[in-house]
């Protein structure tokens, strides 16, 4: 038991366990089908929010480009379902039946050859993590060694992002353009509109983000975490130790795009669709907002940032359809100007202290020991002096073992 609290401790699972709570049994039980799907669509940027707390909190360095390995993962898992859902059986009425119709559309007659490896469920599945792992290693490898970082990553990142939206809207023929790809039913004969597929998604989303998480916290409790932090604040020193601090950056930054590529392809499941409005600047500066928002040091923090500023995007967009921008820029504003460290600095600063009073607040409990020797004990977690046998006494407590001890004497 006591290895398994301080396994615990160790890794603040704790937090995890709350949220796995959240996100398994109370949403299922107390949301509609319609609405646990939306959380389920929140839950699949919350991917990338937690990427951004690897490298933006962690290692100091903020991408504004994120959209860019969520709509890679995205487009992938688009491109697999899109063929399944483009067979000779359902096209026959186009002029090239077998490929899908916006390839129809702008006079394809066959297949594109990059296209035909996503008619393979498992490379599409290595495909969502490996292109935009890719593509990060691709630009990392580039700037980081040579020590391009700061406001300049930054512009480089949104560049990137700009890039590829107006390359997927320019090739309409092979993406879709702007409209994207769309009419995405099934996953190997499996029809992922019904209630039962949507439960099903959603609780694989969960399961998946849970994993994420735990695998962020392991790096951030390893030497690796360590030295992110290091590089953050202090970043000539860990140089001069002989770390190389451009290959750990890479690392991290590779890992944040896997993770985005992965909410991307559980976003295409999901939704049933993919466009270019998920890949663009707008979008990956709304992703930061989440990281922001929840916490940009914190991976469980992220998450709550995800689900509260897409569930007020929601609502000031259904209940006031005229300012919900505004609303939501207001609540934006207002969190990281209220909490500068987000909700999770928030718990920090007056949950855990309110928390920490209330226990110290509550009577010791004293009892008798086989010898006669009365004990007292304060309530688990308080801090107080030692007692005879390091039971936490209040400082001020009397000595109720006098009257014994003067009757022994």
């Given amino acids: 038991m006591n290895s398994l609290q301080s396994f615990v401790r160790r890794y603040q699972l704790a937090s995890v366990v709350l949220l796995t709570l959240l ?9 509609d089908i319609f609405r646990l799907n939306l959380v389920g669509k929140y839950l699949c940027y919350a991917f990338v929010a937690i990427g951004l707390v690897m490298v933006w909190g962690y290692g100091g360095v903020l991408s504004l480009g994120q959209g860019v390995f969520f709509g890679l993962g995205g487009y992938a898992m688009a491109m697999f379902l899109k063929l399944e859902a483009s067979d000779p059986v359902t096209t026959k009425i186009q002029s090239t039946p077998g490929i899908p119709d916006f390839m129809d559309w702008n006079q394809l007659t066959e297949l594109p050859a990059f ?18 792992t890719l593509l990060a290693w691709i630009i990392s490898f580039a700037m980081f060694k040579r020590r391009v970082g700061g406001v300049y990553f930054a512009i480089i990142t949104q560049a990137v992002a700009l890039i590829l939206t107006v390359l997927i809207i320019g090739q309409q023929g092979y993406t879709g353009g ?82 985005s590529g992965i909410g991307g392809a559980l976003f295409a499941l999901q939704v049933g669709f993919m466009s270019p409005s998920f890949v663009g600047i707008v979008p990956s500066i709304e992703m930061v907002i989440f990281a922001a928002v929840g916490g ?19 609502y000031f967009s259904e209940s006031f359809p005229d300012l919900w921008l505004f609303l939501v820029a207001a609540l934006f504003i207002g969190v990281t100007m209220a909490f500068p460290m987000g909700l999770a600095g928030l718990w920090e600063s007056h949950v855990v202290p309110w928390w920490k009073r209330r226990r110290a ?49």
């Avoid at 296209?115 to 935009?132: H, N, Y």
């Avoid at 009892?367 to 020797?373: F, I």
Wanted: net charge positive; with cysteine; aromatic share 8%.
């Fill in 23 to 31: 996100l398994a049994v109370v949403l299922p039980l107390a949301l």
């Fill in 115 to 132: 296209w035909v490896p996503f008619k393979s469920l498992p490379f599409t599945l290595i495909a969502v993590i490996a292109v935009p």
């Fill in 178 to 259: 702007v409209n994207g790809m769309t009419d995405l039913k099934t996953l190997l004969g499996w029809d992922t509109r019904t209630d039962s597929a949507k439960y099903v998604l959603y609780y694989v989303c969960v399961a998946l983000l849970i994993g994420s998480i735990l695998l962020c916290r392991w790096i951030q409790t390893g030497k690796a975490g360590t030295l992110l932090l290091a590089m953050r604040d202090k970043e000539d020193r860990v140089r001069f130790s002989g770390y190389d601090v451009a290959d750990f950056r890479i690392f991290t930054f590779c890992l944040a795009a896997a993770l």
């Fill in 296 to 314: 940009r040091m914190s991976l469980v923090g992220a998450v709550y940032g995800t689900l509260l500023v897409n569930a007020g995007k929601t």
């Fill in 361 to 409: 607040a509550r009577p010791p409990v004293v009892t008798a020991t086989p010898t006669g020797v009365a004990r007292t004990t304060l309530p688990k977690g308080d801090t107080a002096r030692g007692g005879p046998r390091g039971e936490a006494v209040p400082p001020d407590a009397p000595d109720l073992t006098a009257g014994i001890h003067g009757q022994r004497a």
